[in-house]
């Protein structure tokens, strides 16, 4: 706790949202301009920035991976059915009626119902086809010590479409998420928290009131 503000998104938690959105917007623009839809880089140079950022998002992912794992962050994404009718109406409706959240955030639960969900069907199945359906197009031809190297693909069409099918996925969470963060207190109280890690305590509770997680201090959470 810091005075009416409660630490809850950690320093690596925000280093891993910047640079992962920065990374998929930059591959969304070079990609595009691979696809012929933009010109600014220039084709050639755009494949390789592509192929560049592309492996330096897997690195982000891999130490991602592993800081959920020794955190037990992971946690935070497992779905969960409770609220979840409530949480879809507010969406729908109550929140052009200004009706009060159905669920609030705290340091142990951090995402609402359906941001469970939409965030383990990013990390077990769009990122997952996104990085595999790139990796095999990038190393369908590949050096080796006595000269190229194919793998046993007979051709890189349906790779493609499947890579690209996960891409606008995921730039079209990209354009929700960026709406639905103007949707809290005010309209930069979301985007303020992930850069200072802090949200307004006033606005903070449990999504299940018959629950009350253990309070943590800020040495445990800033660990």
Known sequence: MNGNRVYVYRAFERFWHWS??????????????????ITFFG?????????????????L????????????????????????????????????RNVPHPTKKTALSKLNPLQRLVYFALKVLVIPVIVTSGLLYMLYRYPHRHGIEALNIDTLHTIAIIHTVGAFLLIAFIVAHIYLITTGTTVLSNLKAMLTGYEDAAHMGQHDTSETPSQITDKEVQS
Do not use: D, M, R
């Open 20 to 37: 992962q959105s920065v990374l998929i917007l930059f591959l969304a623009v070079t990609g595009f301009e691979i696809h012929g839809a």
């Open 61 to 96: 992912i891999a130490f991602a991976i592993f800081w959920h794992l020794a955190t037990g962050e992971w946690k935070q994404y497992v779905p969960t059915a409770t609220h979840i009718k409530a949480q879809t109406n507010y969406y729908i409706f109550g929140i052009f």
């Open 43 to 59: 084709f050639h140079q755009a494949v390789i920035y592509h192929n560049t950022a592309a492996y330096a998002l897997i690195v």
